[in-house]
T-cell receptor, first 112, second 115 residues
């Protein structure tokens, strides 16, 4: 099932700089996209979401951008902090099912 | 902040045995889910549950699997006749009323090891 793809398994950035995590999808029926963060030995924690009718949603240091024509979304973290080091999952959902379709995850390391 | 609680954190079981994974969803949530993540692979949807019945299940969720809400607080996943390939992290999630885009809240998972 390759409906949601995160092509970068890992990303390393310096503290204070911007982190950009990318996600591509193939199913044009997805209504919402969500980003989750996961620390080792913990479950995924919801970060931010965006509706398919929007192109941007911002919450503090986190902004998600959606390019529907390219079937691409990205999560921007500014400024990055060492505590942001985790695995980030992109997920998509269609309203009629409610099940989350996850990407493979990207491991972000923020260096002090 | 309310959270989803899963027990045990690690379960080791002999192949062929039955195992029950336990979850206590957030108390006012109405929609419940099980996902699993095999080591090195994606988090995969198994089943969703609402109003005391399964609302959707994946092809993974065959007759070997069942879910139950035995009382007002617990939500269990039973795996009968376990196989080596059932070894994975199993995550329970729940969400409240409203549109399906309401975020699902996850527990910390149960690591299931089949020997």
């Amino acid at each position: 099932d390759q409906q949601v793809k995160q092509n970068s398994p890992s990303l390393s950035v310096q503290e204070g700089r911007i982190s950009i995590l990318n996600c591509d999808y193939t199913n044009s029926m997805f209504d919402y996209f969500l980003w989750y963060k996961k620390y080792p030995a913990e479950g995924p924690t919801f970060l931010i979401s965006i509706s398919s009718i929007k192109d941007k949603n911002e919450d503090g240091r986190f902004t998600v951008f959606l390019n529907k024509s390219a079937k691409h979304l990205s999560l921007h973290i500014v400024p990055s902090q060492p505590g942001d080091s985790a695995v980030y999952f992109c997920a998509a959902i269609t309203s009629n099912t409610g099940k989350l379709i996850f990407g493979q995850g990207t491991t972000l390391q923020v260096k002090p | 902040e309310p959270e989803v609680t899963q027990t045990p954190s690690h379960q080791v079981t002999q192949m062929g045995q039955e195992v029950i994974l336990h979850c206590v969803p957030i108390s006012n949530h109405l929609y419940f889910y099980w996902y699993r993540q095999i080591l090195g692979q994606k988090v995969e949807f198994l089943v969703s549950f609402y109003n005391n019945e399964i609302s959707e299940k994946s092809e993974i969720f065959d007759d070997q699997f069942s879910v139950e809400r035995p009382d007002g607080s617990n939500f269990t996943l039973k795996i009968r006749s376990t196989k080596l390939e059932d070894s994975a992290m199993y995550f329970c999630a729940s969400r409240g009323q409203g549109l399906s885009n309401q975020p699902q809240h996850f527990g910390d998972g149960t690591r299931l090891s089949i020997l």
